[in-house]
């Protein structure tokens, strides 16, 4: 009997426990998941790097947002505080020692006989004539400052003549006048076109029917309407009007009142003014000079039951 021996064939290493070998099509599917997360996190990205530049844009939105709401809105410390304010021209005194404090909110009117210091104490808070004393705005000293910087610190007026570029239009003269709130390299780009803040501006004055109309051509009160939308482009937080309603028709007397009313809300505004008709409709409170002192002060009812201003001024009929 013939004893066959076999030799046993090694067996192969079993896998480890819970792994299976990888397949060429397991791998190729690895790579490309892979190449799907890539792409994915790049996608990611380019969306965050997307989700940055709105945020940057919203931002600079909400900047512009802002800066139109603090041109329609002042602050706390948005008042004018005169001390001792006296002014001279050879030896006539034309202002004498006053003191007048005019607060935020309010639309003041100073009312007396010519002569008496009214434009002269607006031309001292603008830097256009000499006075010692003190007055402050948003607690910044304006008098010893040169009309220009004193712009920059938020003043504004305006003349019995509205100072408007005839030439230009509308838009145009607003976009000079916001000219002036630009620093540094922005002087000297171009203008561009229709900003909120303009905008806005344009519907407060009811000019955006005018807009591309030249200021020339504008009724005598839409030209006054003008100056003052100058104002507030150039984000003037005290306006000081020098006969705003001199040679308007009474509708337009009426609508600039109404103007200054809004514009009062929330800015602190001084009006010289003659029209006493006006001064009645629209004043919330009312300063009389006489000979570069203050007679009276207080509402248009105090005012008028007056009998010393009745005498000296109002006692003329007006």
């Known amino acids: 009997m013939t004893n066959t021996s076999t030799t046993a064939t090694p067996a192969k290493p079993a896998p480890a426990a819970g792994s299976t070998p990888a397949s060429k099509e397991d791998l190729e599917q690895l790579r490309a998941?892979?190449?799907?997360?890539?792409?994915?996190?790049?996608?990611?990205?380019?969306?965050?790097?997307?989700?940055?530049?709105?945020?940057?844009?919203?931002?600079a939105r909400l900047h512009d947002q802002?800066?139109?709401?603090?041109?329609?809105?002042?602050?706390?410390?948005?008042?004018?505080?005169?001390?001792?304010?006296?002014?001279?021209?050879?030896?006539?005194?034309?202002?004498?020692?006053?003191?007048?404090?005019?607060?935020?909110?309010?639309?003041?009117f100073l009312i007396g006989p010519n002569g008496a210091g009214k434009t002269t104490i607006i031309d001292a808070i603008t830097g256009l004539v000499p006075?010692?004393?003190?007055?402050?705005?948003?607690?910044?000293?304006?008098?010893?400052?040169?009309?220009?910087?004193?712009?920059k610190l938020g003043v504004g007026r305006t003349f019995q003549t509205a100072s408007v570029v005839e030439e230009l239009t509308v838009l145009e003269n607003l976009q000079l006048a916001e000219g002036f709130r630009k620093k540094g390299r922005?002087?000297?780009r171009p203008m561009g076109g229709v900003t909120q803040n303009i905008e806005?501006?344009?519907?407060?004055?009811?000019?955006?029917?005018?807009?591309?109309?030249?200021?020339?051509i504008l009724p005598h009160g839409k030209k006054q309407w003008l100056e003052i939308g100058m104002l507030l482009v150039q984000d003037a937080h005290l306006l000081l009007l020098d006969e705003p309603v001199a040679g308007m028709?009474?509708?337009?007397?009426?609508?600039?009142?109404?103007?200054?009313?809004r514009c009062s809300k929330n800015r602190t505004v001084i009006i010289v003014e003659h029209d006493m008709e006006f001064m009645r409709q629209f004043a919330d409170s009312v300063t009389v000079l006489n000979q570069?002192?203050?007679?009276a002060q207080g509402s248009v009812e105090d005012i008028q039951n007056n009998d010393e201003v009745v005498r000296i001024y109002l006692g003329g009929g007006e």
């Open 33 to 59: 998941e892979m190449v799907q997360m890539r792409d994915e996190a790049k996608r990611m990205r380019d969306e965050a790097a997307q989700m940055k530049a709105e945020i940057v844009e919203e931002r």
């Open 66 to 108: 802002l800066a139109v709401l603090d041109d329609r809105g002042g602050q706390w410390n948005d008042y004018l505080e005169i001390k001792g304010l006296h002014v001279e021209f050879d030896g006539f005194v034309a202002v004498k020692n006053l003191d007048l404090t005019v607060e935020h909110g309010d639309l003041r």
């Open 131 to 151: 006075a010692s004393g003190s007055a402050t705005f948003r607690g910044e000293q304006l008098l010893g400052k040169k009309p220009n910087e004193i712009v």
């Open 186 to 188: 922005d002087l000297f």
């Open 200 to 216: 806005y501006m344009m519907d407060v004055c009811n000019l955006t029917d005018d807009a591309y109309k030249p200021a020339g």
């Open 249 to 261: 028709t009474p509708a337009e007397r009426v609508a600039t009142g109404e103007l200054l009313k």
């Open 292 to 295: 570069g002192e203050i007679l």
